[in-house]
């Protein structure tokens, strides 16, 4: 920082100041740019272009929950499946399987503990990605009914 001497008084040089300010900046996008946090990956379920409810396909694993009794009973494209046979069961189905999707349906009196207990299961077995139904075909026809 310099003074210049003019006739009207001291007047401070700020050159050097803006390339130090200059610097700072430069210095400060490189740092956010070499920055590699992310945040999650979120797949948002898009809206259905018709109003006809589509069955899944054959292939698509759908566990459901269902009942108000602790712990709710467990059903794999509604076969009857338990608790303690459901990760064998899920690992035999996905290991051939090139796909690793899954749906879990709850019934909506269903605690959300058991719902994320099945996620962890099919996790734990490879599952890549679990897809959530939240409400159930015949509740989506009634809905449609009663708007019409």
């Keep these: 920082m310099g003074f210049s001497g003019s006739g009207n008084g001291p007047e401070i040089n700020v050159t050097p100041l803006i390339d130090v300010l200059l610097v700072l900046i430069i210095v400060f996008m490189v ?3 070499m920055s590699n946090q992310k945040g999650l990956d979120a797949q948002i379920p898009q809206p259905a272009n018709s ?8 292939r698509t694993i759908v566990v459901q929950l269902d009942g ?3 712990p709710p009973t467990v059903k794999i ?8 046979g459901l990760r064998p069961k899920l690992a ?7 796909e690793k999707v899954a749906f879990v349906q709850a019934h909506k009196e ?4 058991y719902v994320a207990q099945v996620i962890d299961i099919a996790h734990e077995v490879g599952i890549m990605h679990v ?6 075909p015949q509740e ?8 019409r």
């Design 31 to 33: 740092i956010v740019s």
């Design 110 to 113: 269903v605690a959300f503990e």
């Design 131 to 136: 897809g959530l139904i939240t409400t159930e």
């Design 140 to 147: 989506i026809a009634m809905v449609q009914a009663h708007r």
């Design 51 to 58: 109003h006809s409810q589509v069955p899944p396909p054959e």
């Design 77 to 84: 494209n509604q076969q009857n499946a338990t608790w303690d």
């Design 92 to 98: 035999d189905i996905f290991a051939t399987r090139v």
């Design 68 to 70: 108000t009794q602790e």
